[in-house]
């Protein structure tokens, strides 16, 4: 046995550095207009928050519903063709928003570089805004049909070619690179907006799916296919389905013929519906962190995204996020290892350690108004932030203890699904609270802060409380290790 560990190739490793590669490019394609929005995007479009809230929330609907399909189609397609469409598709969506400025131009008459001068509320900044707006909403729809297959895909490789005790940790390794992707995104897209203009900033971030699926065409094949993957690596892959290769073979030749469980019959397991819960209460909280961070730097603090200030303080919350989150996915496997805890047992229990993490969120309007100073809401944000990828890395992992290998996409689907649509709901309410709470001024109150502050405290404080809600949830519905047995 030492000497298959030494022999052991690692090819498993390169794949999930490629996943990590795919999810940063994700992460930094939505981030773009999050950071073009406030110094570039809304003054030329005449934008408010409200329409910011529109778009953001489009995005999320239309995410959750090519979620339900795109884990399906992963697996009809298989992990490397699905893969690939994916990431061209979103990359394609990612630089068409560059176009949006031409086109509505074309469709107003007005002349691009004109854009920003038009008369506040005038007749023709109404029509620049609505036409503006439908058009950012189609880019988004593109974008989002594409990146509803990243997660899917990385999960089912992941089912792939890690063992079930090392899935939450390949999985909180290649899910950092949603906070890697947001910490890298304040500064490199900023300055390319401001050397460039907004729209390079689009087309050459975009054009990082592309040169990915260069690589990705090359390196991944089943590990039974792979010229890269030794014996010793296959059996260290397949430990859990048999102890023998005899009993290996056969169990890949049954999952050759397995058929997969119905969309329809997913939604029958009580398991399906704790991971639903876990992705319904809490992606919202880190989507809305990832698309209004710069906005509320900007307005609460006049930290703008294009200023030393503003970028650091981005940087600051991601680099918290991606230091502490990285050990999520190592915490469980000290449960099961040291602790003889099953799997299932491992992840909850340090799930419910990650949900006290976002009650930091309770304090960031409170401190960072109190001593005037933006880095309370940075650092407190951050630790937040943090608790949910450590959270979604161990949530994500549930899907493999509990399912098929052969349904594996499909549920994380559905939960992705159910993530879209909790975020579609707190965008839309944000930003129409936001733009509310703005008018009303010292009209509209909550628990001292007055204004857009009392909007964003009101945000916060459901973020903080999300966590342990679904936790609680979950635990209702699955409480002990139940693995689906068709």
């Known amino acids: 046995m030492t000497t298959q560990k030494k022999l052991m190739t690692n090819w498993r490793w390169w794949l999930c550095s490629l996943l990590f590669v795919a999810t940063t490019v994700n992460y930094l394609d939505r981030q773009v207009l999050s950071l ?19 778009i953001t929330s489009f995005f999320s609907i239309f995410y959750a519903i090519a979620c339900l399909f795109a884990g399906k189609f992963v697996d009809w397609m298989g992990t490397k063709k699905g893969y690939l ?39 023709v900044a109404l029509a620049i805004s609505t036409t503006s707006v439908y058009l950012f909403l189609l880019c988004r729809g593109i974008l989002a049909l594409g990146e509803a297959g990243n997660f899917p895909a990385a999960i089912k490789v992941t089912a792939e070619y890690f063992p079930k005790k090392d899935r939450a940790f390949a999985t909180s390794i290649f899910n950092a690179g949603a906070s890697v992707g947001a910490l890298a995104a304040p500064l490199a897209i900023p300055p390319l907006a401001s050397a460039l203009g907004w729209e390079w900033a689009f087309i050459i971030i975009g054009a990082l799916g592309f040169i990915w699926m260069f690589f990705w065409q090359f390196m991944y094949d089943k590990p039974e296919n792979s010229k890269h993957v030794n ?14 290769a005899a009993e290996k073979a056969a169990a890949a030749e049954a999952a050759k013929s397995e ?140 899907i493999g203890d509990m399912f098929p290998k052969s349904t594996i996409a499909t549920i994380t689907g559905i939960g ?71």
């Open 231 to 244: 014996a010793a690596e296959l059996e260290y892959i397949h430990q859990d389905d048999a102890a023998e």
């Open 85 to 123: 469409i994916a990431i061209g598709v979103w990359s394609a969506g990612a630089c068409m928003h560059a176009a949006c400025g031409w086109a509505t131009s074309l469709i107003t008459g007005q002349d691009v570089i004109a854009l920003r001068g038009v008369e506040v509320a005038s007749n």
């Open 259 to 398: 058929p997969s469980i119905s969309l329809a019959k997913s939604f029958t397991y009580r398991q399906t519906w704790a991971f639903i819960v876990g992705k319904f209460f809490t992606d919202g909280v880190w989507w809305f962190f990832l698309f209004w961070a710069p906005s509320y730097f900007s307005n609460q603090f006049n930290a703008p995204a294009t200023s030393f200030l503003g970028q650091a303080l981005i940087f600051t919350l991601y680099a918290i996020v991606t230091v502490v989150s990285i050990g999520g996915g190592y915490l469980p496997k000290i449960f099961v290892e040291k602790k003889g805890m099953d799997p299932y047992a491992g992840r909850m229990r340090a799930m419910l350690i990650f949900a006290f993490f976002p009650l930091c969120a309770l304090l960031a309007q409170p401190l960072g108004v109190h001593f005037n100073s933006p880095w309370w809401p940075a650092v407190l944000i951050g630790l937040a932030a943090a608790g949910h990828q450590a959270w979604s890395a161990n949530l994500f992992s549930t």
């Open 416 to 486: 992705a699904m159910a993530g879209g649509v909790g975020s579609m709901i707190i965008q839309k309410v944000a930003g129409n609270l936001f733009t509310f709470a703005e008018a009303q001024g010292a009209a509209f109150s909550f628990l001292g802060f007055e204004g857009k502050p009392a909007g964003y405290f009101i945000v916060f404080c459901f973020c903080g409380i999300a966590y342990l809600l679904a936790w609680c949830i979950m635990k209702a519905l699955v409480p002990v290790y139940k693995p689906i047995n068709k």
């Open 36 to 54: 073009t929005y406030e110094e570039f995007i809304k003054p030329e479009f005449h934008w408010t928050d409200a329409h910011y809230g529109t």
